[in-house]
């Protein structure tokens, strides 16, 4: 009984990753510090379908991202002769929605959701994730993505939601997002999940996507050209 004892007493501590350790293992297989600090700005076009009114619809887009605080997302379902084209913008402290070029009133879960967004994006460089960095992430737990086993770590920034990230145990890569969107007290969780990994330009980034809102299938995406501008100039984020 005491050999029990002194075994139970010594056994090895876990060895369970902090998420310090998670963030430096997702930075490296991504592409490295230094790569995806220096991406501060990039240009996304992307097709693929999503669903409205339960149908699924094709539809192409571009986004224009300069971190911390501007953002560009042109989206045209059905293109062609008779497409819908909308428009969503964060430009610093102002947010805007278009469709067909005339402004929608923007609710409050929208505009959460789009500064949610933002900090979604500043999250997914990884370097801001960093300790002593912007955010802080906490290891939440543990779970499964298509079948692999995934640390999570959450991100709770002031006057935000919580983000999660679902990092892949094996290749540091990372695989899913989830977070709340919509309004109280009609919160929904959104989570992204990322595939086919490849080098593009500056670091390494998922060339698919599919989006799933509330359980269900909302957008599938594959990422057609991705660009790191140097500079993306202020009138590219103004009202269309």
């Known amino acids: 009984m005491l050999l029990f004892a002194m075994l139970v007493c010594h056994q090895a501590p876990s060895m369970d990753p902090s998420a310090d350790d998670i963030v430096a293992k997702a930075i490296a297989a991504h592409g490295g510090a230094e790569a995806l600090g220096k991406a501060r700005a990039d240009k996304v076009r992307l097709r693929g379908t999503m669903t409205l009114l339960d149908k699924p619809v094709p539809f192409v887009g571009e ?6 605080d501007r953002l560009r997302t042109v989206v045209k379902v059905n293109p062609g002769p008779q497409e819908t084209v909308f428009t969503q913008l964060v430009s610093r402290n102002t947010i805007g929605m278009y469709i067909n070029g005339q402004s929608q009133k923007v609710s409050d ?13 500043q999250a997914m460089r990884l370097v801001s994730l960093r300790k002593g960095n912007a955010l802080s992430p906490t290891l939440v737990g543990s779970g499964a993505v298509n079948g692999r086993p995934a640390r999570i770590l959450g ?23 989830e977070h709340q969107v919509g309004a109280e007290p009609k919160l929904v969780l959104q989570e992204e999940y990322f595939g086919d990994f490849r080098e593009m330009g500056a670091y390494r ?22 660009r790191y501008p140097d500079f993306i100039p202020d009138s590219e984020f103004v009202e269309p």
């Open 63 to 68: 986004t224009s991202v300069v971190l911390p």
């Open 109 to 121: 879960g929208l505009a959460a959701t789009l500064r949610e967004t933002m900090l979604m994006n």
């Open 155 to 177: 991100v709770s920034p002031p006057g935000l939601r919580e983000i999660r990230l679902w990092f892949d145990n094996e290749t540091g890569l990372l695989v899913k997002t």
């Open 205 to 226: 980034r998922p060339a698919k996507v599919v989006t799933m809102r509330g359980g269900k299938k909302i957008m599938e995406a594959e990422l057609v050209e991705v």
